[in-house]
């Protein structure tokens, strides 16, 4: 009994593992809040759909700022050349996707100094070629980011503002947790009350009930 539910979990885990071992890559969402002065992870992962297929991937990175209408290169990866093509991200953007193969599926770009200049979308595109036995196959995956640059102090009130939240919620939970309490407590017994009373009531309509056949013989 015990030893079957072993293995039918393990069999369980087993399942869940696997199709991530096999890939080894998973689409995690890049973060979208940075702070001005520090260093920000601008993420991009696009893993490939077949494993066993080789191929090869250009990535690019554009930047929009907040109004906006037009995309502006500012990075390239071509394996193993990291570009910066952009004034504004001069020196302050740095590669840590994929390297030492042409075979790039993590295209995530650091944001070195960010500053509130870098709030805005951007976008990244892998443009892979998939060497297929008899063909190549080109595909583009774009991805966006939107970012939002904040101070630290803002972020800091922000932190303290929800704490204190957070204890204001608590005890206002326990109040009313309290209030329903009291509120139950005294319904119940406000109506164990009139069950009594009702009862007591009855007994006596009984009473009056079995004694009226008797009033009606004594009449007669
Ligand atoms: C980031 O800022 C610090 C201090 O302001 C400066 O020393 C450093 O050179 C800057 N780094 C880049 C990559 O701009
Ligand atoms: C942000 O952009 C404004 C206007 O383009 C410019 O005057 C300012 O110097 C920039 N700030 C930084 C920190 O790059
Ligand atoms: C993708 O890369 C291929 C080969 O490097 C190139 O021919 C094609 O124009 C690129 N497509 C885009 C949309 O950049």
New binding site residues.
């Given amino acids: 009994m015990t030893l079957g539910l072993i293995s039918f979990l393990s069999v369980c885990i087993f399942c869940i593992q696997v199709p991530q071992g096999q890939t080894g890559c998973a689409e995690v969402d890049s973060m979208t809040e940075a702070v001005a002065g520090e260093s920000f992870t601008l993420g991009c992962i696009s893993c490939k759909r077949r494993e066993e297929v080789p191929a090869s991937a250009?990535v690019s990175w554009h930047f929009k700022p907040p109004g906006d209408e037009e995309f502006i290169q500012i990075f390239l990866y071509r394996h193993p050349n990291p570009t910066i093509l952009h004034e504004q991200f001069k020196e302050r953007l740095e590669w840590q996707g994929t390297t030492g193969t042409k075979d790039v599926q993590v295209g995530t770009v650091f944001i070195h100094n960010v500053t509130h200049n870098d709030s805005g979308t951007y976008l990244c595109t892998f443009?892979r070629?998939l060497h297929l036995s008899l063909y190549d196959e080109?595909v583009?995956i774009n991805k966006e980011v939107e970012l939002t640059v904040v101070d630290e102090a803002n972020r800091e009130l922000v932190a303290v503002i929800s704490e204190i939240m957070m204890y204001v919620l608590i005890v206002v939970l326990q109040l009313w947790m309290f209030g329903v309490l009291i509120y139950c407590y005294k319904k119940i017994s406000a109506e164990n009350e009139a069950r009594e009373a009702r009862k007591a009531a009855r007994s006596q309509n009984k009473l009056i009930d079995s004694k009226d056949p008797c009033d009606g013989v004594y009449l007669e």
């Fill in positions: 250009i443009n070629t080109n583009i």
